[in-house]
């Protein structure tokens, strides 16, 4: 559960969680040879589905609780508990292709600083995904730091990123920007 009331009812349920979950990986379209950073990786359902299907899933939480889930016990993940924003800072951002972040880039305090290490080190064709709650979803964070899509596309486009596929998940949206190829 994330640090907001969230309701959950059906919305936390494995079954919403899965289908989600399939529908994030064929648009996501991770290859076998990908690495994959999940910031804020929660409970780890997500990181053990990317695990599935690429190389080395990289779980960072603050959270060391969370990251005990029976999710995280792929011999292809590696948790890390930390604070994301401090930890960013001294990763090798070149190796990943994808970037993930599920309900939790708002809560991130150093949201320009991570997109500014992204544009910077993320090597081209790499992607930044994003799961966020849509303004209106009546759980979930304070209004006052949740995205619309237009918000996001205004911080994260500037940045060298160009939005590749984006959906509606129902109280949430996905959408996944790639960096720019020179």
């Known amino acids: 559960m994330d640090m907001h009331s969230n309701g959950m009812g059906r919305h936390g349920s494995v079954e919403a969680k899965a289908a989600i979950a399939d529908r994030l990986l064929e648009a996501m379209k991770l290859g076998g040879g990908d690495t994959l950073v999940d910031l804020g990786s929660g409970d780890g359902y997500y990181s053990s589905r990317f695990a599935e299907t690429c190389a080395k899933v990289v779980a960072v939480d603050a959270s060391a609780e969370v990251l005990k889930s029976d999710y995280y016990r792929k011999l292809n993940i590696e948790t890390v508990g930390a604070d994301v924003c401090a930890w960013a800072r001294t990763f090798a951002w070149e190796s990943v292709a994808q970037v993930f972040f599920s309900n939790s880039f708002h809560d991130m305090r150093c949201q320009e600083e991570l997109l500014a290490t992204f544009s910077a080190k993320l090597r081209p064709g790499a992607r930044l995904n994003l799961v966020e709650f ?43 920007f790639e960096k720019a190829k020179k």
């Open 134 to 176: 849509h303004l209106d979803t009546p759980f979930g964070p304070p209004r006052s730091i949740r995205f619309s899509k237009e918000q996001l596309k205004a911080l994260v486009e500037p940045r060298g990123f160009e939005e590749k596929i984006s959906f509606d998940l129902g109280t949430h949206y996905f959408i996944s």
